[in-house]
């Protein structure tokens, strides 16, 4: 994967300054494909012959841009598609070199990603087999290049084939993730374990099954002499308000010794610069060689919410006999990161802690943005990123089963002051010990985490996903270790022990001591059991998988919750582009089909959460609604009562915020980057100040919670409304909003806040005012939806221009429940939607998009919560 602030190809000619500068040559273009020759072959006949290939890209990719494939996400179209993945697949380039580049020291052939099982030859000789998706490839070919045309060929293998006859000849099968839906692999035979290659391309509970192969980043051709500058690194040792010590290294390659002078030029955000150099000598061979920086009073970077995320621009340049022979830039921000777990009274914590300033996590956790990577854009990406900053989010969680992202990805986490937790690849299958998988892994630790160990927005280094955790409490895990002989379960466990707890901090430790590293999420660091309340993080599924009620999320507080979540269906302009008219039940084969929990149960699940809190749909638009209300509304107590119990609990990640593909899933931005209902709420459950009230068996707390780095003087007002429209009383209360903290500004029980009135037609609105403005609004209810007696709210809107786009004004009569304003197919993005509003209450919604107003005005559509219900008879 290429770094976007640094070329990869640098060059230095010791005591010649004349020699020519390094080369590259760019071999994504002009490609062709093929169906390499096997028994789909014949079964795909048209196929045999060369045909144009994009690459970077995927075989599935190259046949849908030749119409040779139906759309993979359209109806029940992947079904029919995963002869694509079983199948072995040839690519070829034809190129020219010319004389020049042979005259060079070196040619090296540069594969910045093969997926994933490749062999390679130049010119008929094989130079390179690959096995793993995760690497970079790097060989000399100078030898193997002749002058004029040559070919390049590379081999792609089905990772399914080509180990599935293998692995049906071993003793035992490692537990993996999801069996395959299409039979290609028996059941409990997953070859997916064995391989580095994303997981979650063998299908997931929110994505479909489609094993990719290609050349999935970019080639080329590097031609340098005598010495090559391989990377650059600004480390930094110590960083604080009053002074920052820099290391700035830089990693050459040599092919004879000599001198020659480090140079750092440095540029802060204010524009105030800085020089340091020195002279060093290098040796034949490799050489790790620094030069310290020091920055008095450094405009630290931040995570967004407690000030600017600054970035520093860092020119290096390596100069022989007075010439400039090697340069190299980068950008970077000044941080110190902590992972704090100090015992308290409710067992040890688990906080971030960026320059001393303790944060709680607020955002989710973030999957693939595509099932086929190679169509990713940097633009999707920032979207996404810039999703998650707009709704308040400060931390994204890059999950453990899909891939690490391209440079762009960190590099817009960086600008927009978003934290990353990064996942090593391992999604939560059992992992093989044998030395050479673990070398297999440690080398792509090494390269992954020299390419990102300058982006400040990584903030955690984590080993996997649910490894830990799996083998010690699931099910399945448990039925194996009782299958398999105990002194072959210990070295299974003794293996992922080494790799997790070993091997990869060793990594992270040697090449960004900065950045803290944790063995598994959840877990507590092999330091104990995994998956506990009071250590560590903690993943809790009881909600949705264990079909516990809603409520139960107030059941467990643990110190920092990295998973939770609930099911949604995404908006109707979603669903149509990838089902027709006919499709639109929640049971229908295409809506199973889009549905992966479960193996398309979990439509079930869904009506399940819906019956319980609301009643029963009137139709499907009406099901994939309460969905999302049901969605939103359970996140958004989960997440409130994680940020009230501060700083017992310092984290919520909610599962997920975005998808592989148009479906159910528990993401609150789909496919597209449509905003569902939970986004909306998200926005103002992770604001920076909150006002939480929770009620239990009758008795309601309410919380005033704050970010802020300072306190604040606040008001409580409290004030309760028949749902027709009358206020029945108000009063107030002054709280200290304590910076960085979780007050109980009241308790209050329903007889008191009631008075006498009927629970099921009132409603209590919670309001925080700091200089007699609102800075935090809830309401609050006496029960479940279904037991109110809501009234019809008569819902009325006007449309307006404004200077940036247009304002939607929407008013009540009564009180509303969970209002959606829906724009059809329009692709316009609304500040505000998903909302309460207090009988006579109106709000303004800018409204953002390029769209004729008398078409949004046609789009535009209002329903609230009674609209959704089937009635029902007394």
């Known amino acids: 994967m290429r770094r976007a602030s640094l070329a990869l190809v640098f060059w230095l000619a010791a005591g010649a300054a004349s020699a020519s500068p390094p080369e590259e040559k760019d071999l994504s273009s002009g490609w062709r494909f093929r169906l390499a020759q096997g028994t789909e072959a014949d079964a795909h006949a048209e196929l045999k012959d060369w045909l144009p290939a994009q690459v970077p890209g995927a075989v599935q990719t190259d046949l849908l841009a030749l119409k040779r494939i139906e759309d993979p996400f359209w109806r029940d179209n992947e079904a029919g598609l995963q002869w694509i993945g079983l199948s072995d697949w040839d690519y070829?380039?034809?190129?020219?070199?010319?004389?020049?580049?042979?005259?060079?020291?070196?040619?090296?052939?540069?594969?910045?990603?093969?997926?994933?099982?490749?062999?390679?030859?130049?010119?008929?000789?094989?130079?390179?087999?690959?096995?793993?998706?995760?690497?970079?490839?790097?060989?000399?070919?100078?030898?193997?290049?002749?002058?004029?045309?040559?070919?390049?060929?590379?081999?792609?293998?089905?990772?399914?084939?080509?180990l599935l006859p293998w692995l049906m000849k071993q003793p035992y099968s490692l537990p993996g993730e999801f069996d395959s839906a299409f039979g290609d692999e028996p059941k409990g035979k997953q070859t997916s374990n064995y391989v580095r290659k994303a997981n979650y391309q063998y299908g997931w509970d929110w994505g479909p099954r489609y094993v990719t192969l290609g050349i999935w980043r970019p080639v080329r051709l590097e031609s340098w002499d005598n010495t090559r500058l391989?990377?650059?690194?600004?480390?930094?040792?110590?960083?604080?308000?009053?002074?920052?010590?820099?290391?700035?290294?830089?990693?050459?390659?040599?092919?004879?010794?000599?001198?020659?002078?480090?140079?750092?030029?440095?540029?802060?955000?204010?524009?105030?610069?800085?020089?340091?150099?020195?002279?060093?000598?290098?040796?034949k061979g490799e050489n790790h060689v620094s030069l310290p920086v020091s920055i008095a009073h450094p405009q630290r970077w931040w995570p967004v919410g407690y000030g600017e995320p600054n970035l520093y621009r860092f020119h290096a340049e390596v100069a022989a006999d007075g010439a400039t022979v090697a340069s190299a830039d980068r950008e970077t921000g000044l941080r110190t990161v902590e992972l704090r777990r100090e015992k308290d009274q409710w067992g040890r914590g688990f906080a971030f802690v960026v320059n001393g300033v303790p944060i709680f996590a607020k955002g989710a956790n973030l999957i693939p943005f595509?099932?086929?990577?190679?169509?990713?854009?940097?633009?999707?990406?920032?979207?996404?990123?810039?999703?998650?900053?707009?709704?308040?989010?400060?931390?994204?969680?890059?999950?453990?089963?899909?891939?690490?992202?391209?440079?762009?990805?960190?590099?817009?986490?960086?600008?927009?002051?978003?934290?990353?937790?990064?996942?090593?690849?391992?999604?939560?299958?059992?992992?093989?010990?044998?030395?050479?998988?673990?070398?297999?892994?440690?080398?792509?630790?090494?390269?992954?985490?020299?390419?990102?160990?300058?982006?400040?927005?990584?903030?955690?280094?984590a080993g996997n996903n649910e490894v830990q955790t799996g083998w010690d409490d699931w099910p399945d895990r448990q039925d194996f270790r009782k299958f398999v002989n105990a002194d072959e379960v210990k070295r299974i466990d003794d293996g992922m022990r080494e790799l997790f707890g070993t091997t990869l901090r060793k990594v992270v430790n040697d090449l960004s001591p900065e950045v803290p590293y944790w063995a598994s999420s959840p877990s507590t660091d092999y330091e104990g059991p995994a998956n506990v309340e009071n250590d560590g993080d903690f993943h809790y599924w009881k909600v949705w998988s264990g079909s516990e009620p809603i409520s139960h999320y107030l059941d467990v507080t643990p110190r920092f919750q990295s998973e939770y979540g609930l099911q949604s269906f995404p908006v109707m302009a979603t669903i149509k582009a990838f089902a027709s008219e006919g499709d639109m039940q929640p049971e229908s084969k295409v809506m199973r089909a889009h549905q992966k929990f479960a193996n398309g149960d979990g439509n079930q699940r869904l009506l399940l959460y819906i019956r319980q809190e609301y009643g029963e749909p009137k139709d499907f638009p009406s099901f994939v609604y309460l969905s999302q209300v049901m969605q939103a509304e359970g996140i958004e107590l989960a997440a409130e009562h994680l940020r009230s119990a501060r700083p017992r609990s310092m984290g919520s990640l909610y599962w997920q915020l975005n998808d592989v593909?148009?479906?159910?899933?528990?993401?609150?931005?789909?496919?597209?980057?449509?905003?569902?209902?939970?986004?909306?709420?998200?926005?103002?459950?992770?604001?920076?100040?909150?006002?939480?009230?929770?009620?239990?068996?009758?008795?309601?707390?309410?919380?005033?919670?704050?970010?802020?780095?300072?306190?604040?003087?606040?008001?409580?007002?409290?004030?309760?409304?028949?749902?027709?429209?009358?206020?029945?009383?108000?009063?107030?209360?002054?709280?200290?909003?304590?910076?960085?903290?979780?007050?109980?500004?009241?308790?209050?029980?329903?007889?008191?806040?009631?008075?006498?009135?009927?629970?099921?037609?009132?409603?209590?609105?919670?309001?925080?005012?700091?200089?007699g403005n609102v800075v935090a609004h809830h309401l609050l209810y006496f029960g479940a939806a279904r037991t109110l007696a809501l009234p019809k709210p008569e819902l009325s809107s006007t449309l307006r221009k404004s200077a940036n786009g247009y304002v939607l004004t929407v008013s009540a009569k009564r009180l509303a429940r969970a209002v959606w304003v829906d724009t059809g197919d329009l692709d316009v993005r609304l500040d505000r939607n998903a909302f309460d509003l207090l009988p006579g209450e109106k709000v303004d919604i800018a409204i953002d998009g390029k769209v004729d107003i008398d078409a949004l005005r046609h789009a535009l559509t209002l329903r609230s919560l009674v609209d959704a219900l089937k009635e029902t008879t007394p």
Request: no cysteine; charged share 25%.
């Open 92 to 162: 070829r380039l034809d190129f020219d070199v010319d004389a020049a580049t042979l005259a060079r020291g070196h040619v090296d052939l540069v594969f910045d990603g093969l997926d994933t099982f490749a062999e390679v030859a130049i010119n008929g000789k094989k130079v390179l087999v690959a096995d793993n998706m995760f690497r970079q490839w790097r060989v000399p070919v100078k030898g193997n290049l002749r002058k004029g045309a040559n070919t390049l060929d590379v081999h792609l293998q089905s990772p399914i084939a080509r």
């Open 230 to 283: 391989a990377d650059f690194h600004v480390a930094q040792s110590h960083v604080d308000a009053d002074n920052a010590r820099l290391d700035a290294q830089f990693d050459l390659r040599a092919d004879k010794g000599g001198p020659v002078t480090l140079k750092i030029d440095w540029t802060a955000p204010d524009g105030t610069r800085g020089h340091e150099e020195r002279g060093v000598t290098l040796a």
């Open 370 to 461: 595509d099932s086929f990577p190679t169509r990713v854009t940097p633009q999707r990406m920032e979207a996404i990123l810039h999703s998650a900053k707009d709704a308040n989010m400060n931390m994204l969680r890059m999950w453990g089963g899909g891939t690490y992202q391209d440079d762009a990805f960190y590099a817009a986490a960086d600008r927009l002051g978003i934290m990353i937790w990064q996942d090593f690849m391992y999604g939560g299958a059992i992992t093989p010990y044998d030395p050479a998988f673990r070398e297999n892994a440690r080398i792509e630790a090494v390269e992954q985490v020299t390419r990102l160990r300058d982006h400040p927005s990584i903030v955690l280094w």
């Open 661 to 771: 593909w148009p479906g159910a899933s528990w993401a609150s931005v789909d496919y597209f980057n449509r905003w569902k209902a939970l986004q909306f709420h998200a926005k103002r459950f992770y604001a920076p100040v909150d006002v939480v009230p929770l009620r239990r068996d009758g008795t309601t707390e309410v919380f005033a919670v704050s970010d802020r780095t300072t306190d604040f003087a606040a008001t409580l007002r409290t004030r309760v409304y028949d749902m027709g429209g009358k206020l029945l009383r108000e009063s107030s209360q002054p709280v200290n909003a304590k910076a960085l903290s979780s007050i109980k500004a009241t308790t209050v029980g329903d007889a008191v806040l009631l008075k006498g009135a009927d629970p099921r037609k009132t409603v209590v609105s919670f309001d925080l005012l700091e200089q």
